[in-house]
């Protein structure tokens, strides 16, 4: 496949987001014939991992990122357990377990989740052992191609959650030093725990290997909120981006209603004949 230029705008439908109103199984035919080429899946492991590339193979999509695994809503790794002391095995075999269903699935990238520091545990002690884990993650899966994300979640919607910064996740990844571990910057994260989010992504934008979106304050579609997306979405083509962007939002109404600003924003690949027009 022939890379993006840079500065492309190109979406991946994130599937525990987006098609919610119809079953797991159906969201991948539902993605692509909303017009996604890909899909971002942050829990597959409901599904054999033979099963869930079938439904990509099926639907003509390819996965372009995938969660490390996470706990129920009620249990202390719902946010991932890398920070967690107490879990360091539950980690590494869930790793594990990500890296073998991203190697099927055809997925490039990780999510390694950091985790919400748990009650009775400081905070140095929790960061220490989130950079053990990922350092010893990278570090496993190095030389293979996989790729591995980072990514800050605000305190109003994780509480607890050990990243609070585009900055300090920045951080982690220049004291790793590997070259395989890049930031997943999500525009809306940024906008709710910190703001200034155009001038954070041109800083960090040397670290970001993917990016996500949705529109503050409720975490619907783009152009729903009170972020200016026109301009945003310009400063990635300025910038040269040219990496996928995520759409995990909660759809104002449904998902096919509310697809009409991608159709704004989005470029479309050019057909043969548009590539030989003069």
């Known amino acids: 496949m022939t890379p993006p230029a840079p500065g492309t705008i190109r979406f991946a439908a994130n599937l525990k987001w987006l098609f919610t109103e119809v079953p797991f199984e159906a969201r991948f035919d539902a993605a692509a014939e909303a017009g996604f080429r890909a899909v971002e899946i942050a829990a597959p492991y409901v599904l054999p991992a033979a099963k869930v ?9 390819r996965a372009v990122l995938i969660n490390s695994p996470g706990g129920s809503a009620s249990s202390p790794e719902r946010n991932g357990s890398a920070c967690i002391p107490q879990l360091r095995d539950t980690f590494r075999a869930g ?42 993650a990278a570090d496993r899966c190095k030389g293979s191609g996989l790729r591995l994300v980072l990514e800050t979640i605000n305190q109003r919607d994780a509480p607890g959650f050990l990243l609070t910064s585009q900055e300090q996740a ?25 703001g200034d989010v155009t001038t954070r992504l041109t800083a960090l934008l040397p670290l970001i290997g ?4 949705a529109d503050p304050p409720t975490r619907t579609e783009p152009g729903t909120g009170e972020l200016a997306w026109d301009f945003l979405f310009g400063q990635l083509r300025r910038l040269g981006y040219d990496g996928w962007i995520g759409c995990e939002y ?14 704004r924003h989005e470029d479309r690949p050019r057909t043969t004949a548009q590539r030989k027009a003069p």
């Open 170 to 194: 920045a951080d982690v990844i220049r004291t790793i030093g590997a070259d395989h571990i890049e930031l997943l910057f999500d525009i809306y994260h940024c906008q709710v725990g910190q």
């Open 250 to 263: 909660r759809p104002a109404t449904t998902t096919l209603d509310g697809l009409h600003w991608r159709r």
């Open 53 to 61: 590339r079938r439904l990509l193979d099926d639907a003509g999509l």
């Open 210 to 213: 993917h990016i996500q979106v």
């Open 95 to 136: 790793f594990d377990r990500a890296w073998e269903y991203a190697d099927i699935l055809g997925s490039p990238v990780i999510h390694v989740m950091a985790g919400i520091r748990p009650d009775g545990t400081d905070r140095d002690t929790a960061f220490a052992q989130y950079v053990e884990n990922i350092a010893w």
